[in-house]
């Protein structure tokens, strides 16, 4: 990814759009506007399709399917980071038309890559740099793959391509819910099981277990899958159900987006009334101090507690935002019971204060006001918890785990999971916290402020198979949460990400530094460092996704030699051609044999086995506009 181009999508991301004041002063008094901004962000986060001309459909993708509409589409990531103009979409009515579809990519050279609700950061799914007219096909999951029904009594049987609102939502009707699950709910259930997407949970102390429920990611509720996949006596790719307990579905359950899967059958449990209490009166010395040190209102204190925590530390200030929900069948006398998700109005939608600063922060470079738009942002989040009567939220467990709309700040965010003890979670926290004051403080101290957003940290548990209560299940090979064999101790994931405004300077050069000392410290002796695939991770000091010491080397060490081969064989195995690929994942897994996209030579299916006849990969970088 060059840098000069990168710099121009990401300050694209949040450049202000002058349409009027959201408080009715002159549209000229300023160059920037709240409302302005906030329209920018949305129009990143939804772009309508372009219906297709038929001629030029015909002549671009000849033979494809008939009853497959097809029109153009822009691709957009979460922030505005990847961005892709001008390339082919269609949305498959079913399961029977994904087959047809994939199966024509395969026949012509053409790649298929999966869209949900592109909320996501690394380039798993499209990578910068594509060209309008790739040979690169989105296949839109979210209009018809979106099925729901009970598959028993303690199962669900879903569409890949329904919302995290909408299957939490049916779970809710029934009775039915899940223990944690990220804070979105515009995510689509086959995005969040590509990531292996979680949310922040680990038993209280003295708390059980229920059954039907997991305190690590979503990928670890999976009894089934069906996915399009390649079949040898076929010769054509063909929908395969995977049962829990095979090993090419170990493979699947967390698979990147090396796969299409259409519909997923989840084991779930009894809903519960959860009680959220958010604070922002302790200092971050107290939340986050070393073990030992004395201090009582401890991030671990709080872990032992309720179980569930979570911690937001804007930039530059000293009082985190802590959110700690507790299961609570009854509603606490001080608690205002929740009806609905997002109670966090002020978060969800940017407070003047924060969008003017940022306005000018992106607008007149002036990054120097970091520490002001820190102290912004707390005072938003301190105020409206009183404000808006959301410092203690009760109710059913959808309305209180679902907290961020689109409309929130869009920003740059990292990602690492940090595997350890339960018992040493306050360390981790504690030498992660100080290591980020420290290099904060020297950045600042020579007038850099890389930083803008703030850092969030969460806590998980692991993916026990144990949990779906299937004979024989294995765990996610390529989740973060996979419990690594030879440290059966650890039993616990602390979650680290820095958020930033994407285009900041020195943002790169200072996650780098992030990076590298998580993996340092974090090595696989007391704890081990895995990267949080859906973020930013592998940075070199101008980029993310680009540092080859850590692509080849630390990600696959992390997830262990062994898984990282067994996944990477299986993901090869059910899709030889990868179809379900781009640039990126090609560099992260390796080369291997196809016909290069750049191409203007079709693949052809060989007469037998109906293979494409391969050739050897050639090198290519993450960002190569060659091919997706």
Request: hydrophobic share 40%.
């Amino acid at each position: 990814m060059r840098q000069e181009h990168v710099t121009c999508k990401r300050a694209s991301s949040v450049t202000p759009v002058t349409t009027g004041s959201a408080n009715n002063h002159p549209s000229d008094a300023s160059p920037w506007t709240r409302r302005g901004f906030l329209l920018g962000a949305a129009a990143l986060a939804a772009l309508p399709g372009l219906p297709a001309d038929p001629a030029a459909a015909a002549a671009e993708l000849p033979d494809f399917p008939a009853d497959v509409a097809l029109y153009r589409s822009a691709y957009r990531n979460w922030v505005g980071e990847i961005t892709a103009d001008g390339l082919w979409a269609c949305a498959p009515d079913g399961p029977g038309q994904v087959v047809a579809v994939v199966n024509w990519a395969w026949r012509h050279g053409w790649r298929v890559r999966a869209r949900g609700a592109a909320h996501g950061w690394s380039p798993l799914t499209v990578t910068e740099g594509t060209p309008p007219g790739a040979p690169v096909l989105l296949v839109d999951t979210t209009v018809h793959l979106t099925n729901l029904a009970l598959d028993s009594p303690t199962a669900v049987r879903a569409g890949t391509g329904v919302t995290m609102e909408d299957l939490l939502a049916f779970l809710e009707e029934h009775g039915l819910g899940v223990t944690a699950a990220p804070a979105p709910g515009v995510l689509t259930l086959g995005g969040v099981l590509a990531v292996d997407g979680h949310g922040t949970a680990v038993p209280a102390r003295g708390e059980q277990r229920q059954p039907g429920h997991t305190y690590g990611s979503l990928s670890n509720l999976i009894l089934s899958l069906t996915a399009v996949v390649w079949d040898d006596g076929a010769g054509a790719y063909v929908l395969r159900t995977f049962r829990r307990g095979g090993a090419d579905g170990a493979a699947l359950l967390t698979h990147l987006g090396r796969s299409l899967v259409t519909e997923v059958v989840l084991r779930v449990g009894a809903n519960t009334n959860l009680r959220c209490v958010s604070r922002t009166d302790i200092p971050a010395g107290e939340l986050f101090a070393a073990p030992g040190s004395g201090g009582g209102r401890t991030f671990a204190s709080f872990l032992d507690e309720a179980g569930r925590v979570e911690a937001i530390w804007f930039a530059f200030t000293e009082h985190p935002w802590l959110k700690v929900w507790s299961v609570s069948p009854t509603r606490p006398l001080t608690s205002r019971k929740v009806t609905r998700p997002y109670n966090y109005p002020f978060s969800d939608n940017v407070p003047t204060p924060v969008a003017e600063l940022v306005g000018r922060m992106t607008s007149e470079a002036a990054w120097y006001l970091a520490p002001v738009l820190g102290t912004a942002q707390y005072e938003a989040a301190a105020l409206g918890l009183v404000t808006t009567l959301s410092a203690d939220l009760w109710g059913p467990s959808k309305n209180t785990l679902l907290y961020l709309k689109p409309t929130t700040l869009q920003v740059h965010a990292n990602g690492y999971a940090v595997l350890t003890a339960r018992d040493r979670v306050q360390r981790v926290v504690s030498e992660f916290a100080a290591f980020y004051r420290e290099r904060l403080t020297a950045y600042a101290a020579r007038g850099s402020f890389p930083v803008n957003g703030s850092v969030e940290i969460r806590v998980t548990g692991l993916d026990d198979p144990a949990d779906t209560g299937v004979a024989g299940a294995r765990p996610p090979l390529l989740s973060a949460l996979r419990p690594p064999e030879d440290h059966p101790e650890w039993d616990t994931a602390v979650w680290l990400d820095v958020l930033t405004l994407p285009g900041t300077p020195d943002a790169e050069a200072f996650l780098r530094e992030i990076e590298r000392f998580l993996l340092r410290n974090f090595d696989g002796g007391s704890a081990l460092t895995r990267v949080e695939w859906s973020k930013g991770w592998a940075y070199t000091d101008d980029d993310a996704w680009s540092d080859q010491e850590v692509l080849g080397g630390a990600v696959p060490a992390a997830v262990g030699p062994a898984a990282w081969a067994d996944a990477n064989a299986a993901l090869d195995r059910l899709d030889p051609h990868r179809v379900y690929g781009n640039a990126f994942l090609d560099r992260l897994f390796g080369p291997w044999s196809y016909r290069s996209r750049a191409s203007t030579t079709p693949m052809v299916p060989a007469a037998s086995p109906g293979r494409p006849t391969p050739v050897r990969a050639r090198s290519v970088r993450p960002s190569a506009p060659a091919s997706a």
